[in-house]
């Protein structure tokens, strides 16, 4: 097997590696699911930490008692806990709040921070999507970019463009006036 061969299937087998996580870390959006680290175990072992959670938005009026939500708890965290009651404001019943297992302060979640539920979950994937998305990982993912672009050209500049033209023969004929 020649080295530019070798190279060629090691660039394919990146560049797949490196379309199936954009995929599951950005593609996934296109499809309405947002994604999320599990960084504590409240949710083991449904959800186990390190975890990529996906979560579809769902119409907070179709909660029940037992469903796992993900929702905000403040304007910078987002928390995943099972619902364990589903209240109705007093006064406008149209409201609706959570209570939810594991919530820290004890307070109710308000329809609106509702996020979603999570519809399916990747083990450990959660590690790679928190240490891409900052330094120094994002320089590492950035580097390791750079050297698939040149793992797939690096095969063209080994060869001289020797390749070139092979398999495209101009045949001229002549013509008899």
Do not use: W
Not at 76 to 102: C, I, M, Q, W, Y
Not at 110 to 135: D, E, M, R, S
Not at 146 to 151: M, R
Not at 158 to 172: M, N, V
């Amino acid at each position: 097997m020649t080295v530019k061969k070798l190279l060629q299937i090691i660039s394919t087998i990146l560049v797949a590696l490196v379309v199936l996580l954009a995929v599951a870390l950005v593609g996934v959006r296109l499809a309405g699911i947002r994604t999320f680290t599990v960084l504590s175990g409240s949710m083991e072992p449904t959800y186990h930490v390190g975890s990529l959670i996906y979560v579809k938005k769902v119409d907070p009026t179709t909660i029940r008692p037992g469903q796992v939500i993900t929702f905000m708890l403040d304007e910078n965290t987002v928390a995943t806990h099972r619902v364990v009651e589903v209240v109705p404001d007093e006064d406008d019943p149209s409201t609706l709040r959570f209570r939810t297992k594991g919530a820290e302060d004890g307070s109710l979640v308000h329809y609106k921070n509702v996020i979603g539920t999570p519809v399916f979950t990747i083990p450990k994937l959660g590690y790679v999507a928190n240490y891409i998305q900052h330094p120094p990982g994002l320089y590492v993912a950035i580097s390791a970019g750079a050297v698939l672009l040149l793992l797939t050209f690096l095969p063209d500049l080994l060869s001289g463009g020797s390749d070139k033209g092979q398999g495209k023969h101009i045949r001229q004929d002549s013509q008899k006036a």
